[in-house]
């Protein structure tokens, strides 16, 4: 007689902010259970409630990740995992998921995408999130503030700068922030498919004079420091 396969154990969800609506919403596309608690929507504790999961995704606030662990102990008897970059404890695993959440859900095509940054001697993601088709590269965790440092700087930093942009434009010029969406599209591009070749303008040309008149004319501006570290980051690039 063949055998009926057993169906997969849930996966613990902890939390209800936007990772983990984006990982329930991925398990949903994936075919994966899952069993959810947060502190807004469950009245029961969070061991009776995840009993059932050999594995328990911890998605809280990174300083809340330790505190709740120490809070509940029993939880440790399953594998307890967290998707914080800078977060290094041996109560959990890490697996950073190299991209951004917002607040809208993606298709099942970018959460298959994803690449997992996992612990250098650690279990390989397909150990720790069983049925997770993802890849996923391996670094030292004395290493992750580092890695983690400049994925933030790279999304959240020119991100700040795309929005300082769009509003001068929208404030100080009279015209629609949507106006440069083509420029923010070909930059993405020419940055994916050309790399460092994706850089023009006066850095590139080392066009002094260009650059000196930039700054002047943001002084008084924040961004007028943030545009001289760039040039000075650029200049004592390897
Ligand atoms: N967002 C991203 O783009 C991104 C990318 C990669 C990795 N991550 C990592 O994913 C994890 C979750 O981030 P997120 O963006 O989803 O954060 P978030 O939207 O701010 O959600 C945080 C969650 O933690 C809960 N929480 C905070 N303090 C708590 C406490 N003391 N006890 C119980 N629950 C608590 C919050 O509940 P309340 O609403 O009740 O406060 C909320 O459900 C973090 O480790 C983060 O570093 C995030």
Not at 83 to 103: Q, W
Request: charged letters at 20%; hydrophobic letters at 45%.
């Amino acid at each position: 007689m063949r055998q009926v396969p057993h169906p997969p154990s849930p996966l613990g969800v902890v939390g209800d902010g936007r990772v983990a609506r984006h990982v329930l919403h991925y398990l949903q596309l994936l075919g994966l259970p899952a069993e959810t608690w947060s502190r807004r929507e469950c009245a029961r504790d969070p061991v009776d409630t995840l009993a059932s999961c050999p594995t328990i995704l911890l998605l809280l606030r990174d300083a809340a990740i330790l505190p709740f662990i120490e809070a509940w102990p029993a939880l440790r008897r399953a594998r307890l995992i967290h998707f914080s970059g800078i977060l290094v404890t041996s109560a959990a695993a890490a697996a950073h998921p190299l991209m951004t959440f917002g607040d809208r859900l993606y298709d099942l095509a970018t959460y298959r995408r994803i690449p997992f940054v996992v612990d250098a001697g650690g279990p390989p993601l397909a150990e720790l999130l069983p049925g997770w088709p993802n890849s996923s590269f391996s670094i030292a965790p004395a290493d992750r503030p580092a890695y983690h440092a400049l994925c933030a700087l790279a999304g959240n930093g020119s991100s700040l700068l795309w929005l300082k942009l769009f509003e001068t434009l929208e404030t100080r010029f009279g015209i629609p922030a949507a106006a440069a969406h083509p420029y923010l599209s070909q930059v993405t591009a020419n940055l994916r498919d050309d790399g460092l070749r994706a850089l023009t303008g006066p850095l590139v040309r080392g066009d002094r004079g260009t650059i000196r008149t930039h700054l002047e004319a943001l002084a008084g501006d924040p961004f007028r420091d943030v545009y001289a570290a760039l040039v000075e980051a650029y200049d004592n690039r390897a």
